[in-house]
């Protein structure tokens, strides 16, 4: 079962940044797209930024020009870099990347256990 870790959440002051990390916590073939969600209380989850493995990207609106998502494809690992943060994305952020966990295996989603991102004075 190949799981994904995140890390870099926190409390921030709004116009703040953070960057998240994401990366399988163990070894794995091949990781394709890659993509960071947020979901708060009672909303459905949500894409913020999306990264396949040619780096090619896509952002929901709420993203574009503050937030900026990347990758490291050598360590299978994933960023969100995020800035001029405000109350409003405050959430818990999900990674979700396409995992091949190993030769001959199919290529499946999974999701990371979240990270809270919380934007307050």
């Known amino acids: 079962q190949v799981q994904l870790a995140e890390t870099g959440g926190g409390l921030v002051q709004p116009g703040g940044s953070l960057r998240l990390s994401c990366a399988p916590a163990?070894?794995?073939?091949?990781?394709?797209?890659m993509a960071w969600y947020r979901q708060t209380p009672g909303m459905e989850r949500a894409l913020v930024a999306i990264?396949?493995?040619?780096?090619?990207?896509n952002y929901a609106n709420s993203a574009k020009g503050r937030f900026t998502i990347s990758r490291d494809n050598a360590k299978n690992t994933c960023y969100l870099q995020m800035n001029n943060l405000s109350p409003e994305d405050t959430a818990v952020y999900y990674c979700?990347?396409?995992?091949?966990?190993?030769?001959?295996?199919?290529?499946?989603?999974?999701w990371g256990q979240g990270t809270q991102v919380t934007v307050s004075s």
């Open positions: 979700y990347g396409e995992v091949i966990p190993d030769v001959g295996q199919s290529l499946r989603g999974y």
């Open positions: 163990g070894s794995v073939f091949s990781v394709l797209n």
């Open positions: 990264i396949n493995q040619e780096g090619s990207t």
